[in-house]
């Protein structure tokens, strides 16, 4: 018999759903096999039952799963014999039938009442279906049975519950069936965690205090009592929850768990310093665990002590750390920040899958292209390995973006076009190809992608905005640009690109002083080089020649290469 009845019977809680899978296991092949031979020597076996035993099992092996289960289903109500039963609930609980599967357990703790796997699958299927108020024999019979193992037991309760809505109820559960074990510091514990589930705070502090006075030394009691703490918000929480952790481990040095979850709530608090001393301190204490290294790794790359998170991340290398990808990732950020781009690239090279995979990519293709090799770089993005779509966008875009930095404009429209055709409505490709195509003088299909993203994201300014920017810097339907301007406006009305084409377009209008009102504001939120360039344009024609020639030439201090206001200056600064 198992030491942990409550482990098994949440395994079998949690997993139970997983389908045929557990229909072909060899044990229950066995003692079918038995009860066919068994049945065999029985005298007064009816053909009947022989022929439904046989039914079943040829039907299982032929994969006919419903066929089998009706079947046993049949037998068991029939013969009532034990073995039967046992299989037809198998049978129905692999077949994700639990409502026949609880009856059939039933059937079964009424056969063999004895039978621990027999209380243990009744009280699974009555987890599974909800059935709290159905659960207190069942499972106070499965603790009482293993006094061996009754706390770790306890601590398996609300993880048999988690799924169960009714928060209070599985705390009134709880409670009841630790009232026999007064003495027991893991039955408070599991009472507090359920309060603290059904967000009764103060009664989950109380009875976490309970477990810790007969368990001292405990680490569970006082890491939940700082998350009860914690869970209510302000700067006066973050200080008791740490001065209650601290306190502890003056009494428990070696404790980890509780160092550990101090030094996150003093990372969480912004108290980094602090975050670090307790993470020095988890080194000596565990200089090989994962856990330890790897927040420490982190917050020293964050602190920009880039020769300490060299080697930690260095040392997760040599760890059982299991995604070594964002390792290679953050390796790659601490060499470009330290200057040797040749190491970063290398290690950007490794990065073979993970979040930061394309990050990676796209941050190695960067550093080509700033040692000159921009056709090197362009096809270490065409050999990356994307999956799923957004992966196939965000590839997409990098490469357009490389391509037009080099000015190869109709290579990047290109290869925009071509993964728009394999997703003609993903709105990302959909506002990038537009821009792509304007770039190129297709204006008319610039206008069609526009239209079809505003008809998917009615709500989408940048797309309202593009369209009507580009009709205004053509000096086209000005009260057509105006309306779409102002529809983006209103959706994003602290844009300042926004605020830059609705000045546009009322300079194309004429409406010089409105126009140099809305740049102005625009040019103060953010200071760019085609807001500028616009803002300049107003002024001049104003007559404030000299005001816009030092905001020009701020600007294009600022942003020497900026194609906007290079064509501004020309216009007006041969």
Not at 87 to 110: C, D, P, S, T
Not at 234 to 251: C, F, I, K, P, T
Not at 428 to 434: C, F, G, I, N
Not at 523 to 544: F, M, N, S, T
Request: net charge negative; charged share 25%; hydrophobic share 45%.
């Amino acid at each position: 018999m198992s030491s942990r009845l409550l482990a098994s019977l949440l395994f079998m809680a949690l997993l139970l759903p997983v389908g045929g899978a557990a229909l072909a296991a060899p044990s229950e092949q066995d003692e079918a096999a038995a009860w066919l031979a068994r049945a065999g020597q029985t005298e007064g076996l009816t053909g009947q039952v022989v022929f439904q035993l046989l039914l079943g099992e040829v039907a299982l092996q032929r994969g006919q799963v419903n066929l089998a289960v009706s079947a046993y289903q049949d037998l068991a109500l029939r013969t009532r014999d034990p073995a039967v039963v046992k299989r037809a609930v198998e049978l129905a609980g692999a077949a994700q039938q639990y409502g026949m599967a609880l009856e059939l357990a039933r059937i079964w703790v009424e056969l063999e009442p004895e039978s621990q796997q027999a209380r243990q699958s009744l009280a699974g299927l009555l987890v599974m279906a909800g059935r709290i108020d159905e659960l207190d024999g069942p499972i106070s019979q499965l603790l009482a049975a293993d006094p061996a193992s009754l706390g770790a037991n306890f601590l398996d309760l609300n993880r048999l519950l988690a799924r169960h809505p009714d928060k209070p109820a599985v705390l009134a559960f709880v409670e009841r069936m630790a009232q026999p074990y007064p003495t027991l510091p893991e039955a408070y514990y599991a009472i507090a965690l359920a309060a603290f589930n059904a967000g009764q705070l103060e009664r989950s502090r109380f009875e976490v205090r309970r477990a810790q006075k007969l368990k001292p030394e405990w680490e569970a009691p006082v890491l939940l009592e700082s998350q009860i703490v914690l869970k209510e918000a302000g700067e006066e929480r973050v200080d008791e929850a740490v001065r209650l952790l601290s306190d502890y481990l003056q009494r428990h040095p070696g404790a980890v768990e509780v160092r550990l979850h101090l030094a996150r709530v003093l990372i969480g608090a912004k108290r980094y310093p602090e975050a670090r001393q307790q993470f020095d301190a988890l080194l000596k204490l565990e200089p090989d665990n994962p856990e330890v290294v790897y927040p420490v790794a982190m917050l020293a790359l964050q602190e920009q002590d880039l020769e300490t998170a060299r080697r930690q991340f260095s040392r997760l290398l040599e760890l059982p750390f299991p995604d070594r990808d964002v390792v290679r990732y953050f390796l790659g950020q601490i060499e470009e920040a330290a200057g040797d781009k040749a190491a970063a690239l290398q290690h950007y090279k490794q990065v073979e899958g993970g979040a930061q995979y394309l990050m990676a990519r796209g941050r190695g293709a960067q550093l080509l292209v700033e040692q000159g090799k921009r056709d090197e770089a362009l096809a270490f993005l065409r050999q990356s390995t994307v999956r799923t779509p957004q992966e196939k966008v965000h590839l997409a875009q990098m490469q357009a973006q490389l391509l037009r930095e080099g000015g190869q404009y109709a290579a990047a429209y290109a290869t925009l076009a071509a993964a728009l055709k394999l997703q003609p409505e993903q709105p990302d490709l959909l506002y990038d190809t537009s821009l792509a195509a304007e770039k190129l003088g297709k204006f008319q299909e610039m206008e069609t992608l526009l239209k079809k993203l505003i008809k998917l994201q009615p709500d989408n300014a940048h797309a309202y905005n593009a369209l009507g920017y580009s009709l205004a810097d053509r000096n086209l339907r000005l009260k057509e640009a105006h309306e779409l301007i102002q529809k983006a406006t209103s959706l994003a009305p602290q844009d300042p690109f926004i605020m830059d084409s609705l000045g546009w377009v009322l300079y194309r209008q004429g409406k010089l002083q409105e126009a140099r009102e809305v740049l102005e504001k625009a040019y103060a939120l953010k200071a760019d080089a085609e807001i500028a360039a616009h803002l300049g344009e107003v002024l001049w024609r104003q007559g404030r020649h000299q005001e816009a020639l030092e905001l020009w030439q701020k600007a294009q201090a600022q942003a020497p290469h900026n194609e906007t206001l290079q064509a501004i200056l020309k216009k007006f600064k041969p």
